[in-house]
């Protein structure tokens, strides 16, 4: 696991539309997120630049135009945010995490039909990380 810095709130914002529309100038970046929501082109930039320095993302040059390009995939940063959140706010533990979703945000459904699912896959294995 590469150990770099987490992501602020809206360096994850312009991480996401950069795995949304691909290798982009700062311009497409801007005008995707500012379809959203209002934000400044400088700001959009500020943010593309942090990604670059903290190994998130990539640029190269094509004339006087810099292309920004995610190096990291969206599920690997999703892995490395969740697990640091879990460690900082929950010590590690998972099962308080799990609670607080399913008590505060609720659970429809499919989705514990889904959780049903995703148990009995992950049951019969004993090697599985976190069991025991």
Same mark, same amino acid.
């Given at each position: 696991?590469?150990?770099?810095?987490?992501?602020?709130?809206?360096?994850?914002?312009?991480?996401?539309?950069?795995?949304?529309?691909?290798?982009?100038?700062?311009?497409?970046?801007?005008?995707?997120?500012?379809?959203? $929501?209002?934000?400044?082109?400088? @700001? /959009?930039?500020?943010?593309?630049? +942090? %990604?670059?320095?903290?190994?998130?993302?990539?640029? *190269?040059?094509?004339?006087?135009?810099?292309?920004?390009?995610?190096?990291?995939?969206? $599920?690997?940063?999703?892995?490395? @945010? /969740?697990?640091?959140?879990?460690? +900082? %706010?929950?010590?590690?533990?998972?099962?308080?995490? *799990?609670?607080?979703?399913?008590?505060?945000?609720?659970?429809?459904?499919?989705?514990?039909?889904?959780?049903?699912?995703?148990?009995?896959?992950?049951?019969?294995?004993?090697?599985?990380?976190?069991?025991?």
């Amino acid at each position: 696991m590469v150990d770099r810095p987490g992501l602020s709130k809206g360096e994850i914002e312009v991480a996401r539309v950069l795995w949304e529309i691909g290798p982009s100038p700062v311009r497409d970046v801007h005008e995707a997120i500012a379809a959203q $929501r209002d934000i400044d082109f400088s @700001t /959009v930039q500020t943010y593309l630049r +942090r %990604l670059q320095s903290k190994g998130y993302a990539k640029s *190269v040059l094509k004339g006087r135009v810099r292309i920004y390009k995610s190096k990291t995939k969206p $599920r690997t940063v999703i892995r490395e @945010t /969740v697990d640091d959140l879990v460690q +900082r %706010l929950f010590g590690g533990e998972t099962m308080p995490l *799990v609670r607080h979703l399913i008590e505060e945000r609720g659970i429809d459904a499919s989705e514990l039909d889904e959780l049903r699912k995703l148990l009995s896959e992950i049951e019969p294995d004993p090697t599985r990380k976190g069991q025991g």
